[in-house]
């Protein structure tokens, strides 16, 4: 179990316990963070500031940790619905700051593998085509 710090004082009630509940989540797992990033589409950095209370974690992580441990989805998006109205949405002091950093969004990894496949597509049919226009026309 890992040995987490305390939250910052400035983090509402409601913010404190989603970021609680989503403490005991990755407990459950048993995976690290940089495991939690490799297995989500989330930086570990990111996951740190989401567990730490320093940024609200987006809908998608959530769910994602959600997947991860078998839990319920449904309760905690509920916590994050009212968080978010309590969230500051300024930074929160949790320790010493850290670069931010780009986040893919939920799902990105199946938007990148589907560009991929569409890339890969298109390349081949150009290939065919230029075959088609190169090769002689069967003369008779």
Do not use: N
């Amino acid at each position: 179990m890992t040995r987490w710090r305390p939250l910052p004082d400035a983090l509402p009630r409601e913010a404190r316990h989603l970021v609680e509940q989503l403490r005991t989540l990755k407990d459950r797992t048993g995976l690290s963070l940089a495991d939690l990033a490799r297995r989500t589409a989330y930086s570990k950095s990111s996951w740190q500031r989401y567990l730490s209370g320093a940024k609200q974690p987006p809908r998608g992580a959530v769910q994602a940790l959600c997947r991860m441990a078998g839990a319920e989805q449904a309760r905690l998006l509920a916590l994050w619905d009212l968080a978010d109205q309590t969230w500051p949405h300024g930074a929160v002091a949790a320790g010493p700051a850290e670069p931010m950093t780009d986040e893919p969004p939920a799902g990105a990894e199946y938007r990148r593998w589907r560009a991929a496949a569409l890339v890969s597509f298109g390349v081949i049919v150009v290939l065919l085509a230029g075959l088609l226009w190169v090769l002689p026309v069967g003369s008779g």
